[in-house]
């Protein structure tokens, strides 16, 4: 068998991975228990505090991001707070923040509720370092949290034949009640439709330096 040109006078490539994406998914251990106290007290907020939802957002749910978002503050959230707090070092220990000057700790945190056919479109969260999503109430097929890649606004789409990590443009978490989500705040991300009759109850919040 003859052997290639390629293979007498080249030396086998080397493949470089930059800028990976990290996801750290984690869930408290009494995460029964700590969603009931958080289901009681959203049910009082919904109550009281009416939907913040800016009229130019393209998605359509309830949200308290905009007038009720110090929840790490309220008695009832308090426990959330410090578990989210412990798992915001984890995640910053990845990658290795001079925190010197200062801590890494929850500035907003609010809630998020998605009824029958409600999304939330494409999204980042400037002004923060890290970002995430627990989740309180997620009925079987619940509208999922989407990432999108940047590689999806790219001009050229190029006709895919089999799907991996360095092609794929979206990934869905397919998440479970008590799930716990940090990711980096400038990772685009957005709900995809909630096509069920239970509502989809989650907590979001952002972290900075």
Known sequence: MRVSDRTMYELPSTILEYFPQIIQISKPSNFKKLNSTLLAAIDEICRTTPN???RHWAGNLYTTARNRNQLMDEPNFRELADFITEEIKIFASKFCIDKSNGVISINNMWINILKNKDSMDQHCHPNSLFCGVYFVKIPHN?????????????????????NNQY?????GFKMS??????????????????DVDEERISIGFTCAL
């Open 167 to 171: 092609n794929m443009r979206q990934a």
């Open 142 to 162: 619940a509208g999922l949290l989407a990432f999108d890649s940047p590689s999806s606004e790219q001009m050229i789409n190029p006709p895919i034949k089999v």
């Open 52 to 54: 913040s939802k800016p």
């Open 177 to 194: 009640e008590g799930d716990l989500i940090i990711f980096n705040s400038y990772l685009k991300h957005r709900v995809l439709l909630h």
